[in-house]
């Protein structure tokens, strides 16, 4: 059942700060020039040392929100999360969503809080932006993909998150806690984030950076540790391990229309002030200019199958020239390997099917994305041209990167492959991209294979090719393969 939306545009904005003097008035004022006015200010100082410091944030607040703060003061330190479990959790439901602002950090778009309120008000149950720092950097937030878990896209929505307060009940106090019962200090926002991604997949991703993150904090955690990746201490790291292991809550709010890869990129790139969202037509094979039309009707031609393919599973439409190159690698494969269960998976049935020489497997971890996939196949009946082995998730380092994919470990022998396409979103972070070719070697045929890294970013192509001319210098890397959405890797044995 939808939650109730009446109290939609009001906003308790949650801030926490300990050792703050340095930071919090700003914090606050920049808080007070926000054009909307339906704010509630929830302040919690997290036992600062000084006493003139723990009763500074309150005065200030009174005097910026008159009879629109509360101001609560630990008498030892708690850490964000039981913070936010106990504080927050107990004004919560007083309001429609919920905005997390640190005490050292600023907003920096002034109607941002006003926009975030309507779109609550259109039915979003969780907005955020991208940040910049004070050191001169911009995050890397970025859109959710409504169809897969959000555990396994990474962190895409830090820094000024905000959720529709309801949401918040549903979070048991252990999701702020470790194995062993003790409350986590780092990592909080996390752990506020993932429970709350988990039940619901109406988001909207506001390309501004809206929010300023105060990276030279010298009490930051990263700041703290010597061996900080980045904004991320050890401790961090830790914490966010500990988050990610818990059992993800139920999915109640599934997004209210389909979602696609072109609808999810189109919504990217809008413009983030509110705009009237209309139903988008389901994507079909681009025919725009000569080269689309003559590709797409060389393909009809050579697989009629793919009629089939473009009816029942839309949302793999793609570029009718990037098809005719699929089509062709199909064509000289003998075992395929799908990791990610991807909308592909439909075309490469048709183009399995037309070839009659290939073999496809598909092997992914997200049962709700397997699920439609046999579906698509049932429909289009295909279901028996590929087998899709479900794993668990695993594990991979290499370098400084970690990541999780599907535990090869499922195919039980079933290898050697000469082809494998790794889905776009198989990896949940893009940097973890570069995890790929190992991920995948033990799989390849000796005889000679083929990989290819889908539908990732010309930056990050070039990261991983990289790190694979590092560990192989005796491939081929090709980036920007298939139009240039594509890192491919070609073994020296292969024709």
């Known amino acids: 059942m939808d939650h109730p939306i009446a109290l939609d545009s009001h906003a308790l904005v949650f801030m926490t700060g300990r050792n703050c003097e340095m930071y919090v008035g700003d914090a606050l004022k920049s808080l007070a020039r926000q054009t909307h006015d339906e704010v509630h200010v929830l302040f919690v100082d997290d036992a600062s040392e000084r006493r003139h410091v723990r009763t500074s944030p309150g005065t200030t607040s009174a005097a910026l929100f008159p009879g629109r703060h509360t101001m609560v003061v630990n008498d030892v330190s708690w850490g964000k999360a039981r913070s936010a479990s106990t504080h927050l959790r107990a004004l919560a439901p007083q309001y429609g969503f919920v905005a997390v602002l640190d005490a050292d950090d600023q907003l920096i778009e002034p109607t941002i809080l006003a926009t975030m309120a309507r779109e609550y008000a259109e039915g979003c149950d969780v907005v955020w932006t991208n940040f910049v720092t004070d050191r001169g950097g911009t995050g890397r937030n970025q859109a959710l993909d409504p169809t897969l878990s959000p555990r396994l896209q990474g962190w895409r929505t830090s820094h000024f998150f905000s959720f529709r307060a309801s949401l918040f009940a549903n979070v048991d106090p252990s999701y702020f806690q470790d194995d062993d019962g003790r409350w986590l200090t780092a990592a909080c926002d996390f752990a506020i984030a993932f429970p709350i991604l988990d039940q619901t997949r ?282 240039g959405s594509v890192l491919t890797v070609i073994s020296g044995a292969t024709n």
């Open 202 to 483: 109406r988001y909207r991703f506001l390309p501004v950076n809206a929010y300023r993150y105060t990276a030279s904090n010298p009490y930051s955690h990263h700041n703290l540790d010597p061996q900080s990746v980045g904004l991320s201490s050890r401790h961090q790291a830790a914490s966010a391990r500990i988050v990610l292991a818990k059992p993800a809550l139920p999915c109640t709010r599934p997004a209210r229309e389909a979602v696609d890869p072109v609808s999810a990129a189109a919504a990217v790139a809008r413009p983030w002030a509110p705009v009237v969202r209309e139903r988008t037509a389901a994507p079909t094979v681009a025919a725009t200019d000569p080269w689309s039309a003559a590709a797409a009707a060389e393909l009809v031609r050579r697989c009629p199958r793919v009629l089939a393919a473009l009816r029942h599973a839309p949302a793999a439409a793609a570029d009718p020239v990037f098809l005719n190159d699929l089509h062709a690698a199909v064509g000289r494969a003998r075992r395929v390997l799908e990791i990610g269960a991807s909308p592909l998976l439909g075309w490469l049935a048709a183009f399995a099917a037309d070839t009659g020489t290939a073999t496809i497997t598909s092997l992914a971890a997200d049962t709700d994305r397997i699920n439609a996939r046999r579906r698509e196949l049932r429909l289009a009946g295909a279901e028996t041209s590929v087998q899709i082995i479900e794993s668990r998730w695993a594990e991979l380092t290499l370098g400084d990167t970690t990541g999780y994919l599907p535990d090869p470990g499922a195919l039980d022998g079933q290898a050697p492959f000469d082809l494998v396409i790794v889905a776009p979103d198989a990896w949940g972070a893009r940097v973890a991209a570069n995890l790929a070719l190992p991920a995948v070697a033990p799989l390849l045929s000796l005889e000679g294979f083929t990989v290819h890294l889908q539908g990732v970013d010309a930056d990050v192509q070039q990261d991983a090719a990289a790190q694979w001319r590092a560990l192989a210098p005796e491939l081929e890397l090709l980036c920007g393969d298939f139009g």
